[in-house]
Each structure stands twice: as structure tokens, then as C-alpha cells.
């Protein structure tokens, strides 16, 4: 079971413009939500995280849009640039099982000049 | 120490070989994670540690998968009998008391023969 679906597989956007990548949950006992970058032969890194009790978050040009009530989250990347070109995995966890991550299946992600 | 170590980076073995990976995770995070990758997919959920005691193995963690924690430092991941089928990226992943980040490595990539 797939608890955590990302969409879409692939993306291509042109420089400057905005990245737009969407998950959606299943669990209502989840309450965190980070989105990880990786990039080839490297591990993920965390990007950005929101908890539920709001719903934006903004570092930088990296934004997490969440909608408790549809249980969807969303990340942007404003001002796309080439070096933003990754794999982005969105994930989630809840306070129970250890706080384990549950990973969507990864977007990859190509800025072309 | 500046993150989560693990090695060695890529093994190759043969069918029916054992294998062992070693993660050190950041210093004092008492929170240890293995996932395993596999190509175009997101990090599946295998066993977590809090300090040395093994808390909850994933169904995907067979007979043949075996981690360990001693002293609640580094961790160890043994795969015995290797199959085609464990060929993938093996990444290990830290964690501090009360916070909801986590760090991963670089991943130890297996190929099986």
C-alpha cells in the first residue's frame, strides 16, 4: 500500500520558471512533512518541512503549499535555476513507529537554459 | 563530524555471498535508520534503532537481513546469501531526540551478480 503518492514522475521547466511537484497522503496520523533533494550517487537531503499547523512555508525560493483537509502537500521552486535540476522525494511520518519516513516515489526534476 | 558515514560506498558480489555495510551515524544522534533505494524509486523503510535497541523491522527486512547496534553508536547491516534481487542502494539515516530531521548518508550501492 502506498501511503505517500507523488506526481509527476518527471519534470522539465525552463530557467526562471516555477517547479511545481504534488503529493498526497493516506495516513491522518501523519504530522510531518519534509521534502528531500538528491542528487546522482548522493543520499537525499532535506529541502524544506511543514508540520500541519500551518499551511505555507517558505525558505528561500523553496515553498511547501499543505492542505490538511484534502491531505495533499506541494512543493515550489520559484526562479527554477539548472543547478536545481534533482530528484525530489516528498515524504511524510507520525509520531508513532519512530518517526520512520514513508517516501513518495521521487520526481525527477531537468531546468534547461 | 560532519555527517552520516557509511561504507563501503559500492560493493559487487556474487550470488550467495555475504555482505556487511557499516554506518556511523552524526555523533550523539540516537536515532538510526537503514532504507533501501532502488533505481527510480524513493527510499523504502527497512529497520530503525533507538540507541542499541532494534525497535521495528520493516517485512521487507527477510531472514537473511540481520542489523545490529552495539553500544548505540555505528550500526551494521548484514545481507546473507545474496540475491539478484538485493541489488540496490542500502542508505543509512540519523536522527537527534526530538527532532523531526533526518540526516542520511551517502548510501552503500550492492550489486549481486
Known amino acids: 500500500q502506498q501511503q505517500v503518492k507523488q506526481s509527476p514522475q518527471s519534470l522539465i521547466v525552463q530557467k526562471g520558471g516555477i517547479s511545481i511537484i504534488n503529493c498526497a497522503y493516506e495516513?491522518?496520523?501523519?504530522?510531518?512533512f519534509p521534502w528531500y533533494q538528491q542528487f546522482p550517487g548522493k543520499g537525499p537531503a532535506l529541502l524544506i518541512a511543514?508540520?500541519?499547523?500551518?499551511s505555507e512555508k517558505k525558505e528561500g525560493r523553496f515553498t511547501i503549499s499543505f492542505n490538511k483537509s484534502a491531505k495533499q502537500f506541494s512543493l515550489h521552486i520559484m526562479d527554477s535555476q539548472p543547478g536545481d535540476s534533482a530528484t525530489y522525494f516528498c515524504?511524510?511520518?507520525?509520531?508513532?513507529?519512530?518517526?520512520?519516513?514513508?517516501f513518495g516515489t521521487g520526481t525527477q526534476l531537468k531546468v534547461e537554459l | 563530524d560532519t555527517g552520516v558515514s557509511q561504507n563501503p560506498r559500492h560493493k559487487i558480489t556474487k550470488r550467495g555471498q555475504n555482505v556487511t555495510f557499516r554506518c556511523d551515524p552524526i555523533?550523539?544522534?540516537?536515532?538510526l535508520y537503514w532504507y533501501r533505494q532502488t533505481l527510480g524509486q524513493g527510499p523504502e523503510f527497512l529497520t530503525y534503532?533507538?540507541?542499541?535497541?532494534?525497535?521495528?523491522k520493516s517485512r521487507l527486512l527477510s531472514d537473511r537481513f540481520s542489523a545490529e547496534r552495539p553500544k548505540g553508536s555505528f550500526s551494521t547491516l548484514e545481507i546473507q546469501r545474496t540475491e539478484q534481487g538485493d541489488s540496490a542502494m542500502y542508505l543509512c539515516?540519523?536522527?537527534?531526540?526530538?527532532?523531526?530531521?533526518?540526516?542520511f548518508g551517502e548510501g552503500s550501492r550492492l550489486t549481486v551478480l
Open positions: 539515516a540519523s536522527r537527534g531526540a526530538g527532532t523531526g530531521e533526518l540526516f
Open positions: 495516513n491522518t496520523a501523519f504530522d510531518y
Open positions: 511543514i508540520r500541519p499547523d500551518v
Open positions: 515524504a511524510a511520518s507520525g509520531t508513532g513507529g519512530g518517526n520512520k519516513l514513508t
Open positions: 555523533s550523539e544522534h540516537n536515532r
Open positions: 534503532f533507538q540507541n542499541e535497541a532494534q525497535l521495528e
